[in-house]
């Protein structure tokens, strides 16, 4: 009990930093869970299309106009062809569609006309394009069975006019495991921090050379010592832990006493206890406490930088989720997606456990290095 | 090549009787090799019980490596070590519970007051929370530190912390205490305070082992001194029978701003003046024997229009006796 009792007495000493770090997690979390992420359904939106009509007298390209009018947003752009060439570059529109002179006299002999569209090649190009081309398509099998204008125009938007009911089915409740997704995320850096801070600081207080010194020379059993010493960090992680997991309920709600709940919890244990045998072999290696602040610092961010709890993940290059790979956060944020999103958990019950085998084979090599480490530094001691 | 000196008076036999005590340390052909270099050199030596021991040697002679060698700190290339009777070994906890060391650095948690301090070391000993407690009051009155229980390290001045550092090696009440150079970087107050409470701890039956390069503490407080030099023993004695191993009566020093080599020359030819030696500020005359030795160098330095500062005389320390056997200064 000496041993765990100075364990607390040092932490005690420590406590602003463990709020600290705390009220990061809180206040970062709670900003990013206000955004509503449920998915209930979908709208769809208007890309911006210049059109440059050649054949403005016929019927056929009126009502092509016409269409773009109400499935787009027309932009009418003054100016020479290279501010024309420069919206497009900029993205101020996302194709030009240019009606040939012949538009109207293609179609009623029932052949395709050549309408030229230039596009700016992103997303919203490709949803123009898919516009476009469904008018086209249409126009171009009533051509060839309709010869009269008015009603080849008449059966083309009947036949426009078709729309198809979407109705969005899900069980899962996405708003809440959006939220938990987002704060579990979090917790990620919030935990990591708290247990690498507080237990690099404290080992590094048993471990300073003199103290070790009297330690190995008093009367202890100095494997006893190294056990109560792992039991203290074991203990302060487990309330660590605890403590998130409790504050989870209060931030995501009912929706942590289900079955994914239970998930998000054990797979943010298997965490924590990365997060300590890496405090451990960070703990052999660190002597000098200013050293800690700023290894710990540059070690959690750039872990929640680079694995995707700061930023999701996709918007980061590939390069940076292949580093990230080598890192435990990484595939316990993957499990905090897979958890949140997948609709039959059955389905992905593989990967979730590849992905916490993983972060468990983390434990066992950063505990193994920190053992290895701590044996040799008691032969030269 | 260095020949060991025992002085013929026996420490135990003229001043505790004829009783010899038991042996507390005992250590034969201790040697330990880093590659090419023998810090230690076939060291052999008894610690008795209630002695203070005095381990005497310059900066590097080996008195660090010694200490840890004994406690299986570090590993040694060939001898024996006994403690208590029992060959010492790295899980000798019986033999443990009856040690305390001092280091030479300060061994405290910076996050723990005085009082945890201590507390948490006796508890390595200790596990009686009651008994812990009435160890730990005393460990800080031995010291003199009760006005400090509720401060930190930090709070506490250089002295003061080597005197925390001492009541962490002690509170626990061992029957022998390692006292690794405790009075580095002290400043007189303290030291003294220090030095009584070691020789308190004596009293109360303790067996010490204490290791520094400080002559004038050894001679304060050790009833027996070993000299050591390059890993080995070259003297070993009473400090009273050591410094007539320096062949020195008395030594007379005179301050002088400046001196003729001549004058050095001369002064050797002085009645019973067996070396004299000026660094630049002091003249310091060797006698082997003799009366009036004072008269005789005030008349040399006057004759010779030689003017003084400041003239006294000396009786030999332990440096003369080293510089005797070595023909170097302790604390070179």
Known sequence: MTVFNTFLKVIKKNIVTIIIYTVIVIVFAAANMQTDNSVTGFISEKPAVMVVNNDIESASSKNFEKYLDENTNIVKIEGTEDDIADALFYRDITCIVTIPKNFGECVKKGIAPEVEIKTSGNEYAAFSEMIISQYLRIQNACAKRITDENTLIESINKSLDKKAEVEFITKLNTGALGKAKTYFNFAAYSMMSCILFIVCLVLSSFNEISVRKRTIVSSMDYKKYSFDLFLSGFSYSFVVWLFFMLLSIVMVGESMFSLRGLIFIMNAFVFTLSSLALAYMLSCFLLKKNAITGIVNVLTLGFSFLCGVFVPEEYLPSWVLGIAHIMPTYWYVQNNGIISTNEHLSGCINELLINILVVIGFTIVFAVTGVIVSINKRKIA | ?332
């Open chain 2, 1 to 332: 090549m260095l020949s060991v000196q025992f002085c013929t008076d026996n420490f135990f036999t003229s001043e505790r009787g004829s009783n010899v005590p038991e042996k507390i340390i005992e250590v034969k052909g201790l040697t330990k090799e880093y590659k090419e270099l023998k810090a230690v050199d076939d060291l052999s030596f008894d610690v008795y019980e209630k002695e203070i021991l005095g381990l005497l040697g310059p900066n590097g002679s080996g008195k660090s490596t010694t200490i840890n060698s004994i406690l299986s700190l570090l590993k040694y290339s060939s001898g024996s070590i006994k403690i208590f009777g029992k060959e010492m070994t790295p899980s000798a906890y019986d033999i443990k519970r009856d040690i305390g060391v001092i280091f030479q650095e300060v061994a405290v948690f910076e996050e723990l007051t005085v009082y945890d301090n201590i507390d948490y070391f006796c508890g390595l000993y200790i596990r009686d929370k009651k008994k812990r407690r009435e160890y730990v009051e005393e460990a800080i009155e031995v010291v003199g530190i009760g006005d400090y229980k509720k401060f930190y390290p930090k709070q506490l001045s250089g002295g003061l912390l080597r005197r925390l550092n001492i009541a962490c090696g002690i509170a626990h009440k061992p029957k022998l205490i390692f006292l690794d150079e405790p009075t580095v970087a002290v400043d007189p107050q303290s030291r003294n305070h220090i030095l009584e409470g070691i020789k308190k701890l004596r009293e109360n039956g303790a067996t010490i082992l204490y290791t520094t390069h400080y002559m004038e503490e050894v001679e304060q407080i050790c009833d027996r001194i070993i000299i050591i030099d390059k890993g080995k023993i070259i003297a070993e004695g009473s400090s009273d029978s050591l410094k007539r191993l320096a062949n020195i009566e008395e030594k007379i020093s005179a301050e002088i701003h400046s001196l003729p080599e001549k004058a050095v020359e001369d002064a050797k030819k002085l009645k019973y003046a067996t070396d004299a030696v000026y660094d630049g500020t002091t003249l310091s005359v060797s006698y082997s024997e003799g009366r009036d030795n004072l008269t005789r160098m005030v008349d040399f330095l006057r004759n010779n229009n030689y003017h003084y500062k400041k003239l006294y005389s000396e009786r030999p320390t332990l440096n003369d006796v080293f510089l005797e056997l070595t023909g170097k200064e302790l604390r070179d």
